[in-house]
């Protein structure tokens, strides 16, 4: 367990996360890490701490470099446990001098209903303080992820030290993008971005128009990869996805079945969108899960999705994908909602309408067979794909 350097006299000493598989709902294939950085300067300062069941690894990485009792100053940029959960455990035990630095007031406001009284520096956005040859200068990034998050950049370094903003939940040996697999890194920042900060473009918008003017050469982010080779790849990543930019080459089709009905109307959409040059992420929501379907949702212009009715209901793997999408609000993308039944048939409706209320523009009419598809059913299927 030791620590990484990352530039002279200062180190990463987060922890790996191999097992992670979930982080509230979102699925996590890939693990996770929990990135804390120590600076050696006339003030010794920790950026971050990690998740608390990570203690033990965080204070092994840190004792690597030096005593953590000699820790004058700690920086929590973020409230969320997967970064603050082993604070307390480090100021009552081992940095137990440590000044802890937080947003006013949200993060000073979290933490104390956290932790209690730590010994709290509250800083407003703008705010700078002197650790000795480097300067800390915090800005904050409200709703990336939570109304207290901040980040923390030092000129001297041109390191941006970002918490969740531009992370990834991805465990690996490497810390570095120039060292990892770039294709598995975007995508990665692909599905955080769309799980984690979908619903706050505009807050990344502006937290993007507040990085501009800082000179970068180091993103030190919160989870997963540190950004050093491609940092502007991931900029302007950020930019897209946060203006809500969409693909329409890409459509998305989603859907759950009973006995192959709606997946054969699955099918022939799928088909009918490839037809028309559009390439499709097809997702059978009885094995795929919601925060894949939603990734895909970022950066589609088209959505598909299609459910049975069951107890005059839709089948709940679709009512929780549209639970959880409407919580994205992703407007700017054209949807259709499609469906088989044997009696009733309301799930079609009901799927409609959570689209409607998502955002979604319902670019055709509803697909509703009874019993199985015929061959004029599978036409009709073709028509309204073209309609969209
Ligand atoms: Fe990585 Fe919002 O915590």
């Known amino acids: 367990m030791k620590a990484v350097q990352i530039k002279p006299n200062i180190y990463w000493v987060g922890a790996i996360d191999w097992s992670m598989r979930t982080f509230h709902g979102y699925s996590t294939g890939r693990g996770s890490s929990y990135n804390a950085y120590l600076i050696i300067d006339d003030k010794v300062t920790l ?24 820790i004058d100053v700690i920086v929590s940029n973020h409230v969320e446990p997967d970064h603050s959960g082993s604070l307390a455990l480090l100021c009552h035990h081992a940095a137990t001098h440590a000044t802890v ?9 979290g933490l104390t209903a956290r932790y209690g009284n730590l010994n709290y520096q509250p800083v407003k956005s703008g705010e700078e303080i002197s650790i000795g040859k480097r300067t800390l200068k915090f800005v904050a990034t409200p709703m990336l992820h939570w109304p207290d998050s901040m980040v923390t950049y030092c000129p001297e370094e041109k390191i941006l030290f970002s918490n ?11 810390r570095f993008d120039d060292e990892n697999d770039l294709h598995v890194i975007m995508e990665e920042a692909r599905k955080y971005y769309a799980n984690i900060l979908m619903l706050y473009g505009k807050q990344a918008q502006g937290a993007l128009k507040a990085l501009s003017s800082l000179d970068i050469e180091m993103i030190a982010v919160g989870h997963g990869i540190i950004w050093r080779k491609h940092i502007l790849d991931i900029l302007a990543a950020y930019e897209k ?49 919601i925060s894949d379907v939603v990734t895909a949702v970022l950066t589609s212009k088209y959505v598909a999705i299609g459910s049975p009715t ?18 994205f609000k992703p407007t700017g993308r054209k949807a259709i909602a499609f ?3 044997g009696w009733g048939g309301q799930s ?24 199985v598809p015929t061959q004029a059913d599978l036409d009709d299927v073709r028509e309204k794909i073209k309609a969209m």
């Not at 996805?241 to 329409?248: F, I, K, M, N, P």
């Not at 069951?310 to 919580?327: D, F, R, S, T, W």
């Open 241 to 289: 996805w946060s203006e809500g930019e969409v693909d329409d080459t890409k459509a998305v089709v989603a859907f759950d079945t009973m006995w192959g009905s709606t997946e054969k109307l699955a099918r022939e959409i799928t088909d009918a969108f490839t037809e028309r040059g559009i390439k499709v992420s097809y997702f059978d929501l009885r094995c795929d899960h």
């Open 339 to 341: 469906g088989s039944y």
């Open 164 to 174: 969740d903003a531009f992370g990834q939940h991805l465990a690996a040996n490497k």
């Open 101 to 109: 630095v937080t947003s006013n007031p949200q993060g000073l406001k």
């Open 47 to 70: 950026i971050d701490t990690v998740k608390a069941p990570f203690y033990e690894e965080m204070l092994a990485r840190i004792s690597s470099v030096i005593d953590p009792a000699k």
């Open 348 to 371: 079609v409706k009901l799927v409609e309408d959570e689209l409607k209320a998502a955002g979604f523009e319902i670019a055709a009419d509803m697909i509703r067979v009874a019993n």
């Open 310 to 327: 069951i107890n005059n209901q839709m089948m709940p793997p679709v009512a929780a994908l549209l639970c959880y999408l409407k919580g």
